[in-house]
């Protein structure tokens, strides 16, 4: 009888083990996708900025757009100043573009997905608008 009581406490522990085991994440290509296979949902989430050229660190939120399927929108915080952010990603590019008011275009992000990053790092370059301004470095990392 104690060999059997054994068998019922190891496939006991099984279930549980096999059951999360289908929730973990199990490092296929779609827990880790290329740059060109970067998708809008990839880029839903917290993301940290940085402008070493500025010296800035900046924090971002990202969500669906709710009118554009495979677009984000979200905000940008920098000091006490919030700004708004739509956008998207084709082919590992990202283009965001970033509005003060809500009305108007102030400043464009564009970047391509770092390949092996998984779609955690981009990098590229954020402009302010206007003719005077100098394109800035960026780094973005998803948190």
């Known amino acids: 009888m104690k060999p059997l009581f054994t068998l ?3 496939a006991a522990c099984a279930i549980p083990a096999s059951a999360s085991a289908e929730k973990r994440p199990q490092g296929t290509a779609a827990d880790c996708p290329a740059a060109q296979a970067l998708q809008q949902r990839h880029l839903l989430g917290h993301w940290q900025a940085e402008l070493p050229g500025l010296g800035q660190r900046l924090q971002l939120q990202l969500t669906p757009h709710p009118e554009l ?6 905000s940008l ?3 006490s100043q ?3 952010l739509a ?4 082919g590992g590019t990202l283009t ?5 008011d809500g009305q108007r275009i102030s400043a464009t992000w564009l970047g391509d997905v770092v390949e092996g990053s998984c779609g ?3 990098r590229g370059q954020w402009q302010r608008e206007g003719a005077s301004a100098a394109p800035q470095r960026f780094i973005l990392r998803k948190e």
Request: glycine share 12%; hydrophobic share 35%; proline share 0%.
């Open 82 to 84: 919030r700004s708004l």
């Open 87 to 90: 956008g998207d990603v084709d």
């Open 120 to 122: 955690r790092e981009i």
């Open 8 to 10: 019922v406490l190891i």
């Open 77 to 79: 915080q920098r000091g």
């Open 69 to 74: 399927a495979e677009s984000v929108r979200g």
């Open 96 to 100: 965001l573009e970033e509005s003060d």
